[in-house]
């Protein structure tokens, strides 16, 4: 039910009392014996009978006489001229009428005083419960201006640094502003002044919200949180009322942290829309420079905000005065996802088997958001299953669900294709596991998963990369190239399994050679160039600034590189069919084969040209192999 009905129910309940006690006072002060309507002509008649039955003639001030027979009879005539007909009433007197004045309704002093003081207090009773519905929650239509940030208190729950993990740069940086909510006035004595604003920059998930809140519950200040999209009304001019808004609760309740979640919603780079340059989303922006430039920092006011795309906010929110301290909250490393594990499994009771340094080894990638929900599916699992403590294997289950999608046991795929998908798996995992630059192969599998997968093969680096060499480039094109030939090698027929990984892998190779100057050919040249179409919002896209000879040069350079990846991968597969056929027999019948057993499975066939890590050395193609 709607929460306002009780209230109108009251206020159409308090009229009706009201009105009735109104005209209970009036019914009182003038309840006499029921009138009977009479015309002035036939009032004259009657008094001219002989003898007149008229008794009494009461001229009251509203125009009515009331007329009172002889056997008691009361009628009421309207008759507004009859006080200035003084023959008639001299003629009454003669007749032996008795005629007199009296006060009508209107002109009683207490009946007019209780109906305007009824009616003035029914004015006021509506004026503040007006007023009360404008200033509460009920009536959005009257507070378009007011800021919808959510304010979060001291002493209400709060996070602090204690629950934040894999961010240990960023908490350093942020340290010193918590230092200073806690005591503006110690960085001004000696003459340093605090950032007006920091911004937050970090891939979706790595905890900028959390971040932002911590800092608030480290000093023990307000904060107030709101998004960026929140300020874009359709009405012009609302964004920038609410802007004022803001910061004006935030002066009031100043040392406080005002926190935008997702700027680039309102401070997008100005001229970049269809609207120009008055459009409500930049006036929206004009309004929030003004207030960063106009409040005082030593009033204790922190402005946070927080995006993903930091390349396309305007200038003018970058510039020292505004934004001008920026925190970059990357993927955590191993060891920040281990922590950020730990802080997740606090408070869940674990198997024996549980090992979190595996764990954090076998997510790399993932951000905070990813490794909490990693822990919330495993729980999720466990008690699907009946057990009271989360295992390992329900941690690795989770993994594959959040990288591939829960298993589809209802997808029927016959034994025909079943086996096309092992081939394709097994070939993609044998090539990574005896190319020497490929990351390790972690876990095989033919179970159906999410929307379109028949199976996966899984690959996770031994150690976080930031850097990626060309060899290690090649290696990988040669791995999504593996499942395409082992298809065509076993069956002499190829399937449309591998559309995903061709694409991938001609993507990668046009990479090399078009941004990553990673061809002998072409050169150490950029081909192709970043322009910003202003028009669409400052996407990105790639202009074509080469000659149509190059254009040629270049395909031909990425089919030179992804056609020697591929027979590459082909001579690899063809030289171990023997152990390709082996594997694929086991993960027919087990459907799942992790890494380490693939491992050992080709360990103890491969006897010879082994490398340093127990397997084949394959060196990737040379610039002479890819031109023959």
Not at 413 to 423: D, I, L, P
Request: hydrophobic fraction near 40%; include cysteine.
């Amino acid at each position: 039910m709607n929460g306002n009905r009780p209230n109108y129910i009251s206020l159409i309940f308090a009229a009706i009392v009201i009105l009735s006690l109104f005209w209970l006072v009036r019914s009182f002060y003038t309840s006499e014996t029921p009138a009977a309507r009479m015309s002035f002509s036939d009032f004259i008649q009657m008094v001219n009978e002989e003898p007149t039955p008229v008794a009494e003639v009461a001229i009251r001030d509203d125009g009515i006489i009331k007329v009172i027979s002889k056997r008691g009879e009361y009628y009421e005539i309207y008759a507004p001229w009859f006080a200035q007909d003084s023959e008639t009433i001299r003629m009454l007197g003669e007749k032996g009428v008795r005629v007199y004045g009296e006060k009508g309704i209107s002109g009683s002093f207490w009946i007019n005083a209780i109906g305007n003081l009824i009616f003035i207090g029914f004015l006021v009773f509506m004026f503040f419960f007006m007023m009360r519905t404008v200033s509460g929650r009920s009536n959005q239509a009257f507070m378009f201006t007011r800021s919808k940030a959510k304010t979060v208190r001291a002493g209400q729950p709060k996070v602090t640094f204690k629950d934040i993990a894999g961010v240990d740069e960023a908490v350093e940086e942020l340290t010193e502003t918590v230092l200073f909510l806690k005591d503006p006035t110690k960085f001004g004595k000696i003459g340093a002044r605090m950032p007006k604003g920091i911004l937050l920059v970090g891939p979706p998930g790595t905890g900028k919200t959390l971040l932002a809140r911590a800092v608030a519950g480290e000093a023990s200040v307000p904060f107030f949180h709101i998004s960026g999209s929140d300020f874009v009304e359709l009405f012009v001019g609302v964004g920038a009322a609410r802007v004022r808004d803001l910061f004006n609760q935030a002066k009031a309740n100043a040392p406080c942290i005002i926190f935008i979640d997702e700027i680039d919603a309102v401070g997008r780079h100005r001229g970049a829309g269809l609207g120009g340059g008055h459009d409500e989303r930049e006036q929206t922006l004009n309004q929030l420079l003004v207030e960063m430039d106009g409040f005082d920092v030593r009033q204790g006011i922190v402005v946070m905000a927080a995006t993903n795309r930091p390349d396309i906010l305007d200038p003018a929110l970058l510039r020292p005065g505004r934004f001008d301290k920026k925190v970059v909250l990357d993927p955590p490393d191993v060891r920040g996802r281990e922590a950020i594990l730990k802080i997740h499994i606090k408070n869940k009771p674990l198997a024996e088997d549980v090992d979190v340094k595996i764990l954090a080894q076998r997510t790399t990638g993932f951000v905070g958001a990813d490794l909490e929900n990693l822990v919330n599916e495993a729980a999720l699992l466990a008690t699907r299953a009946g057990r009271d403590r989360i295992t390992m294997d329900d941690f690795e289950e989770a993994i594959d669900r959040v990288v591939a999608g829960p298993a589809r046991k209802s997808r029927v795929v016959s034994q025909k294709e079943k086996r096309v998908v092992a081939y394709h798996e097994v070939g993609h995992a044998m090539v990574s596991s005896l190319l020497p630059n490929a990351d390790p192969v972690h876990r095989i599998s033919i179970v159906p998963r999410g929307y379109r997968a028949l199976g996966y093969t899984l690959q996770l680096p031994a150690e976080d990369k930031y850097l990626a060499t060309r060899s290690e480039l090649l290696d990988q094109i040669t791995s999504l190239l593996g499942g395409r030939a082992a298809e065509e090698l076993v069956f002499g027929e190829i399937t449309t399994g591998a559309a995903s990984d061709i694409e991938r892998a001609t993507e990668l190779a046009r990479k090399m050679v078009c941004q990553l100057g990673m061809s002998d050919k072409l050169g150490p040249l950029s081909w192709g160039k970043t322009e910003q179409e202003i028009f669409l919002g400052k996407e990105l896209t790639r202009m074509k600034n080469y000659s149509e000879r190059v254009a040629n040069q270049i395909d031909e350079e990425v089919k030179n590189i992804v056609s020697s990846c591929y027979e590459k991968a082909k001579e690899i597969i063809e030289k171990h069919r023997k152990q390709l056929d082996e594997v694929v027999d086991i993960l027919l019948e087990r459907e799942v084969i992790e890494g380490s057993e693939l491992r050992s499975l080709l360990e103890t066939e491969l006897k010879e040209g082994r490398g340093q890590d127990g397997f084949e050395t394959v060196k990737a193609p040379t610039r002479k192999e890819q031109d023959n």
